[in-house]
């Protein structure tokens, strides 16, 4: 069955450091991708998606694009900011399928 | 404002009782999912559903498990006989419009068995 791979957490980075959350995906055929971000006492929030192979998704200064050749959808940000500290969640679906977490990655970024 | 409304945000019961979480897409959409995050955990998926019929659900969702859409519009998971593992964080999803769109979460709702 389809599956998503996180790097473990928690990250801990100082603020305006390069971020980099991996994820890599198992999957027949051609699932869409999302990062999904739950900050602290919220639900889940759609971050960025990509619906197709080499597709870029960007929100919020957040970068992912979709690698089919190495099956991953790595999260990025060149700036990080306190207020970025939140769990954040790699997720797939294929077509009106279920969505599939990966395990989550918590993320702190001190000042 | 999330698009999709949860009640009630937090759920006190005491083991053995049932309970009745609401959810209220605010669109009228034919794709609704149930989740659950225990504390710190992995979010599960529990149930789909599309076109007032279950589509499918995972092996945490047995007999104690239900859900329904009494009036077309709130959607409804009920626990019959809560555990005390029952205590979690309950997400209800809805699909945008189309089949690959993203899923849309309430804010949850918190449930504690005691």
């Known amino acids: 069955g389809n599956s998503v791979t996180q790097m473990e957490g928690p990250v801990t980075l100082s603020e305006e450091a390069f971020l980099t959350i991996n994820c890599t995906y198992t999957a027949t055929g051609y699932p869409s991708l999302f990062w999904y971000v739950q900050y602290p006492g919220e639900g889940l929030q759609l971050l960025l998606k990509?619906?197709?192979?080499?597709d870029k998704g960007s929100n919020k200064g957040f970068e992912a694009t979709y690698r089919k050749e190495t099956t991953s959808f790595h999260l990025e940000k060149g700036s990080v900011q306190v207020s970025d500290s939140a769990v954040y969640f790699c997720?797939?679906?294929?077509?009106?399928?279920?969505?599939?977490f990966g395990q989550g990655t918590r993320l702190t970024i001190n000042p | 404002e999330p698009e999709v409304t949860q009640t009630p945000s937090h759920q006190v019961t005491q083991m053995g009782q049932e309970v009745i979480l609401r959810c209220v897409p605010i669109?009228?959409?034919?794709?609704f999912y149930w989740y659950r995050q225990i504390l710190g955990q992995k979010v599960e998926f529990l149930v789909s559903?599309?076109?007032?019929?279950?589509?499918?659900k995972s092996e945490i969702f047995d007999d104690q498990f239900s859900v329904e859409r009494p009036d077309g519009s709130n959607f409804t998971l009920k626990i019959r006989s809560t555990k005390l593992e029952d205590s979690a964080m309950y997400f209800c999803?809805?699909?945008?419009?189309?089949?690959?769109?993203?899923?849309?979460f309430g804010n949850g709702t918190r449930l504690t068995v005691t």
């Open positions: 669109s009228n959409h034919l794709y």
């Open positions: 999803a809805r699909r945008g419009g189309r089949r690959n769109s993203p899923l849309h």
């Open positions: 990509a619906t197709k192979a080499d």
């Open positions: 559903f599309y076109n007032n019929e279950i589509s499918e």
């Open positions: 997720a797939l679906s294929q077509g009106a399928q279920k969505l599939v």
